[in-house]
């Protein structure tokens, strides 16, 4: 079992930046990858990066491309979005997920845990 918290959502400025946290718990965090999700009013729940257990590939969405980063670190058995040029459109209820798969096999969502979530707006 993995139980998921994330954290540092907020109302942000456009062109400002956030950090998300997700820290997990459980002894096989390590040995899973990672991803964010997020999804906006009135529309589905769409994949923004991953990241493999190793932390040594990672994937992101063509919209967030260049302005976030994903990293983890297994120590502290927690999963980071850095978020930078932040846009409106970014406004979405951010998710942190985890499974033991491929980059490939998360980005369509296929993990196994999930967290609450954690809002973040962006004001133009």
């Known amino acids: 079992q993995v139980q998921l918290v994330e954290s540092g959502g907020g109302l942000v400025q456009a062109g400002g930046s956030l950090r998300l946290s997700c820290a997990a718990s459980g002894r096989t965090f390590s040995s899973y990858a990672l991803a964010w999700f997020r999804q906006a009013p009135g529309k589905e729940r769409e994949f923004v990066a991953g990241?493999?257990?190793?932390?040594?590939?990672?994937s992101y969405a063509d919209s967030v491309k260049g302005r976030f980063a994903i990293s983890r670190n297994n120590a502290k058995k927690t999963v980071y979005l850095q978020m930078n040029s932040l846009k409106p459109e970014d406004t979405a209820v951010y998710y942190c997920?985890?499974?033991?798969?491929?980059?490939?096999?998360?980005?369509?969502?296929?993990?196994?845990?999930w967290g609450q979530g954690t809002q973040v707006t962006v004001s133009s």
């Open positions: 990241i493999s257990w190793s932390g040594g590939g990672t």
């Open positions: 997920s985890a499974g033991p798969y491929g980059l490939g096999s998360i980005r369509l969502g296929q993990l196994d845990y």
